[in-house]
């Protein structure tokens, strides 16, 4: 167990889907894990360096390190001690709410995931050419192990590939499922060739709104690489600050994060920015990973009709396609994504529960809330904005990620 600091940059990529740069672009071989920038060394050692990640803000490092005899890295598990639940997206607050009441005490528990981050990657962590069902097992076994260890009340693995449940599931841990909202691209040449699959009256609103975004003489540019200047970060960061104060109280990462990412992984950072005369107003910020856009963060400084809905999804939308990505995962919740293309996805997460109670009312809970999660995405898919012939095949039956 130990933080990202003492884990060489070079030995942690050797864990397959770690590697910046691994897989962008091109296929994969059978077993391989496309790159998934939220468990690279660079994004979890900025959260930790920065500060935004640390004992004082509720997530101290607790990584599971598996060696083998010759003590080369046979496989990890990103794991931090929480004293809180924010920061998750997947929400426990209720079973903490219940167990307290109850006289039991639910923190700290461990939480095996990537901090303010809902989305669906790696979690158990093997390097290419060991089988990974076995070590993902003794990697989920020894999260249990650490929960029992150590008096903590529970280990929580959230937005985990559905080809991981298995492993966790053999180690004890319970299943749980909700959505997000996922553009899924077959292929298209242009955002045009997208919109041709739609309803005509949903063509007809996507371009109207489109256009009204645009509108007040709002540029919109793409800024990646060397173009991701200390400035811009500046800019971002402000934007940042003024939508985590509303939205959550209290902004999860500070300026040196973003600082620490664009010296890093600039290459794997899209910022989407709106500029009007002359000045930056608004922004989203997107990660690339081998075969996916994920969007993350978005604020402004002024307001204007359309301009979130054009920087988080419709730009998102434009720069998979253009660079040939199979998906865009646009964040948590939304219903809202859905008249914009984006199709209900099954997500993951699996939990362990110390306390036999505990355990078992929160397993009855879970078997319930997962027959709900299937039966709304069946109703939400069926109100897509396609056109029947052409709504993505299989669009919501699991996590592309997965595959």
């Known amino acids: ?29 059978a077993g391989d894990v496309a790159f998934n920038p939220f468990v690279s060394h660079a994004f979890l050692s900025a959260l930790e360096e920065s500060g935004s990640v640390a004992a004082k803000t509720g997530w101290l490092p607790q990584h599971l390190i598996l060696r083998d005899g010759a003590g080369k890295l ?40 990537v901090p303010f981050t809902p989305a669906t990657g790696p979690r158990l962590l093997v390097p290419a050419g060991r089988d990974r069902a076995v070590t993902g097992e003794a990697l989920a076994a020894g999260a249990r192990t650490l929960v029992d260890q150590h008096g903590l009340s529970s280990a929580h693995a959230t937005f985990v590939p559905e080809s991981e449940v298995a492993a966790f599931a053999s180690a004890g841990y319970l299943h749980r499922t909700d959505q997000q909202f996922h553009f899924l691209n077959p292929g298209y040449g242009g955002y045009e060739d997208f919109l041709e699959t739609l309803a005509s009256r949903k063509r007809k609103n996507l371009r109207k709104e489109r256009q009204a975004a645009r509108d007040n003489d709002i540029e919109i540019v793409w800024l990646t690489g060397a173009a991701l200047t200390e400035a811009a970060w500046d800019a971002f960061h402000a934007f940042y600050l003024d939508t985590g104060s509303r939205k959550w109280g209290r902004p999860y990462l500070n300026r040196r994060f973003f600082s620490l990412i664009g010296e890093r992984m600039a290459d794997q950072v899209l910022l989407v920015m709106a500029r009007r005369q002359g000045r930056f107003i608004a922004g989203a910020l997107n990660f ?23 920087l988080c999804y419709h730009q998102a939308i434009d720069f998979a396609i253009a660079h040939k990505l199979a998906r865009v995962e646009a964040g948590a919740q939304g219903q809202h994504k859905l008249a914009r293309g984006y199709l209900p996805v099954t997500t993951h997460s699996c939990h362990y529960i110390a306390h036999p109670g505990l355990r078992q009312a929160v397993a009855d809970y879970l078997e319930h809330e997962r027959a709900d999660v299937a039966e709304m995405g069946d109703v939400l898919a069926a109100h897509g904005p396609f056109r029947k012939s052409d709504a993505p095949a299989q669009a919501r039956k699991d996590d592309p990620a997965a595959q």
């Open 74 to 113: 046979a496989g990890a598990l990103p794991a931090y001690i929480k004293s809180h639940s924010m920061g998750e997206y997947v929400f426990d607050h209720a079973w903490a709410d219940a167990f307290e009441r109850a006289g039991g005490r639910y923190y700290p528990k461990l939480q095996c995931s």
């Open 288 to 310: 690339i990973g081998g075969d996916c856009l994920y969007g993350r963060h978005w604020g402004c400084v002024e307001d204007h009709p359309f301009l979130h809905f054009e």
């Open 1 to 29: 167990m130990s933080e990202l600091a003492t884990i060489p940059a070079e030995e942690w990529a050797t864990l397959a889907g770690t590697a910046i740069g691994s897989s962008a672009g091109g296929a994969r071989g």
